[in-house]
């Protein structure tokens, strides 16, 4: 079946560094979302990716979707503590079954 | 806030027993999906209903079943609970199949 792994599991900055995570699935996805996890709360909606190449961006959020369709990135430039938390990204395949990544956990240091 | 709103927010059951969790969709969502997270984890796909009929499912055993009602709000059902059931349950709705999810707050399931 469809896996997407993520890495790195867990990331620790100072505030104000960058911070990436990338999403790698092994099978080509018909879109990609991201979502951020505060801890102990629900998911939350980021972003959707749907074409090849496709790159968004949101304030300091840039999200880009691979060429072949099987992989992603979140990129955060210069940290905020209000960044911490879980990013997840999810690719949907062709049947509408959505596979979670196990997330990377993003701690900011003040 | 999503507007998805799930019941119980906690539940304590016993290995063996059945369960019911409940879940609301955001107004206008004619989509649903259910999660499975356990802790540390991403959430894992159980199934996704769509205007009532099932659209979907992960691998997970018949013992979890679900239901979408007319007004597209969904139930959750397990059955003969084992330990590893514990997790937090999480229900998410969308516009239509391929949307963005907007995930409720979930249930905390707890099997001793």
């Known amino acids: 079946g469809q896996q997407v792994m993520q890495i790195p599991q867990y990331q620790h900055v100072q505030e104000g560094e960058d911070f990436t995570t990338y999403c790698n699935s092994s099978?080509?996805?018909?879109?990609i979302q991201w979502y951020k996890q505060r801890p102990g709360g629900h998911p939350v909606f980021l972003i959707q990716?749907?074409?090849?190449?496709e790159v968004k961006k949101q304030k300091r959020l840039t999200f880009q979707f691979g060429e072949a369709k099987k992989n992603s990135s979140l990129h955060i430039t210069a940290t905020q503590t209000t960044d911490v938390g879980t990013y997840f990204c999810?690719?949907?395949?062709?049947?509408?079954?959505?596979?979670f990544g196990d997330g990377t956990t993003l701690t900011v240091k003040p | 806030e999503t507007g998805v709103t799930q019941s119980p927010t906690h539940l304590i059951k016993t290995r063996g027993q059945q369960v019911t969790l409940r879940c609301s969709s955001q107004s206008g969502h004619n989509t649903v999906s259910w999660y499975q997270q356990a802790l540390g984890q991403g959430p894992q796909f159980i199934f996704q209903?769509?205007?009532?009929?099932?659209?979907g499912r992960g691998n997970f055993p018949p013992r979890f079943s679900g239901l979408q009602f007319p007004n597209y709000s969904s139930e959750l059902n397990v059955n003969a609970l084992e330990l590893d059931d514990s997790a937090l349950y999480l229900c998410?709705?969308?516009?239509?199949?391929?949307?963005?999810?907007?995930f409720g707050p979930g249930t905390r399931l707890t099997v001793t």
């Open positions: 999810a690719g949907r395949d062709n049947a509408g079954k959505s596979t």
């Open positions: 990716l749907v074409k090849s190449g």
């Open positions: 099978t080509t996805l018909s879109n």
């Open positions: 998410a709705s969308s516009l239509a199949r391929g949307y963005e999810q907007y």
């Open positions: 209903y769509y205007r009532e009929e099932e659209n």
